[in-house]
């Protein structure tokens, strides 16, 4: 008897361990897929130009601030593409520097995108077999404590939460830039940075609820996390 409860604990505690690692592999995945998400779509960028009047504020055209926008995204997105040139602003080797690295994170990204969509299709297949669900939940809930804890910094003091992060990430001051020496940070106000935050935190929001959902809907009438068929 005691050798069966011994060994249906640790049958059970193997589960939880799967269970939470395919929803952490689920997380991950689509906190990526967001920060991708918002990163190519452009058309964001296009609304905050009349929106932050950057245009106005620069005396700019609006069609030349687009060409450049869409210059510096296809660069940090495309890895063949290996320097930066902006044909209407100077750069800085330091602002070079800078958007390099920030080519190198994006790039680090896209890896570890396609890392957990691959774990996280295994660890899928494998839940499905055991007619297990529950990793949606756990999914569910780790994807909408994400955006609640980042959204009370961002509400307090989002300028000081702007520098902690490039603290994070960078190990040099290259991110400060004067606008003197690279004029590209004008079209590149903080506020667009905030909004696009915001849109990521919206997506995961979204995909939190679609988790649910979904777990909900593979569960209903049941009281066990089993797939209905």
């Not at 190198?104 to 499905?128: E, G, N, P, R, V």
């Not at 809930?141 to 000081?160: T, V, W």
Request: charged residues 20%; contains cysteine.
């Amino acid at each position: 008897m005691y050798t069966m409860t011994l060994g249906y604990k640790k049958k059970s505690r193997g589960g939880w361990i799967l269970t939470t690692l395919t929803a952490l592999f689920i997380a991950f995945f689509l906190i990526c897929s967001s920060v991708k998400l918002i990163l190519n779509a452009k058309f964001l960028y296009y609304f905050d130009i009349d929106y932050l009047k950057i245009a106005e504020n620069y005396d700019m055209d609006k069609s030349t601030i687009k060409d450049n926008y869409d210059i510096l995204i296809n660069y940090l997105e495309d890895k063949n593409i290996e320097e930066l040139s902006l044909p209407d602003f100077e750069m800085s080797p330091q602002g070079k520097i800078h958007f390099e690295e920030v080519k190198i994170i994006f790039t680090y990204l896209d890896y570890l995108l396609y890392l957990t969509l691959a774990l996280s299709l295994i660890c899928i297949i494998i839940q499905i077999i055991k007619r297990q669900t529950k990793f949606l939940k756990i999914a569910s809930i780790a994807l909408i404590l994400l955006p609640i804890l980042l959204a009370i910094p961002f509400a307090i003091n989002f300028d000081a939460t702007f520098t902690i992060f490039h603290k994070i990430f960078f190990n040099n001051d290259y991110w400060i830039f004067d606008p003197q020496l690279d004029p590209v940070i004008n079209i590149l106000p903080q506020e667009f940075f905030m909004h696009a935050a915001i849109g990521i935190l919206t997506l995961l929001v979204i995909f939190s609820i679609l988790l649910y959902v979904i777990y909900r809907a593979l569960n209903k009438g049941t009281k066990k996390d089993d797939f209905i068929f």
